[in-house]
C-alpha cells in the first residue's frame, strides 16, 4: 500500500516561513500528479498547490500565488510546499494528495501550519 507522510508543520510568526515535505512510498512516484490541499476548522479540503509529473507547477489557488510554491524531487519520492510570508489566514492542516492515470488517489495524514505571533 502507498503511503504519504508529511512533515515540516508547526507554528510559525506573520511574515515567516514554513516548508512542508510528503514522501511517498513506492516506486512510481514520477509519474504521479502531486497537490497539496488544507482545510479549515468546519470547511472542505482546498486545492492549494498542483505540480505535474515532470515538475510543472500547475495550480495555485489564489490567497498563496507569489507566496507559496510547489516543487518535486522524483529520485527523492518527495514534493514540497514552500511558504513564505506566512499570514495567520494560512492556518490549517495541510494535506498531500497524489494522483494518477490508473491507479488509486492517495492522502497523507495531514500536518498542522499555525501562524500566529
Known amino acids: 500500500q502507498v503511503q504519504l507522510v508529511e512533515s515540516g508543520g508547526g507554528l510559525a510568526q506573520p511574515g515567516g516561513s514554513l516548508r512542508l515535505s510528503c514522501v511517498v512510498s513506492?516506486?512510481?512516484?514520477?509519474?504521479?500528479?502531486m497537490s497539496w490541499y488544507r482545510q479549515f476548522p468546519g470547511r472542505e479540503r482546498e486545492l492549494v498547490a498542483q505540480?505535474?509529473?515532470?515538475?510543472?507547477?500547475?495550480y495555485y489557488v489564489d490567497s498563496v500565488k507569489g507566496r507559496f510554491t510547489i516543487s518535486r524531487d522524483n529520485a527523492k519520492n518527495t514534493v514540497y510546499l514552500q511558504m513564505n510570508s506566512l499570514k495567520p489566514e494560512d492556518t490549517a492542516v495541510y494535506y498531500c494528495?497524489?494522483?494518477?492515470?490508473?491507479?488509486?488517489?492517495?492522502w497523507g495524514q495531514g500536518t498542522q501550519v499555525t501562524v500566529s505571533s
Open positions: 494528495h497524489k494522483r494518477g492515470v490508473g491507479v488509486p488517489p492517495g
Open positions: 513506492g516506486d512510481i512516484f514520477r509519474v504521479y500528479t
Open positions: 505540480i505535474n509529473p515532470g515538475g510543472a507547477p500547475n
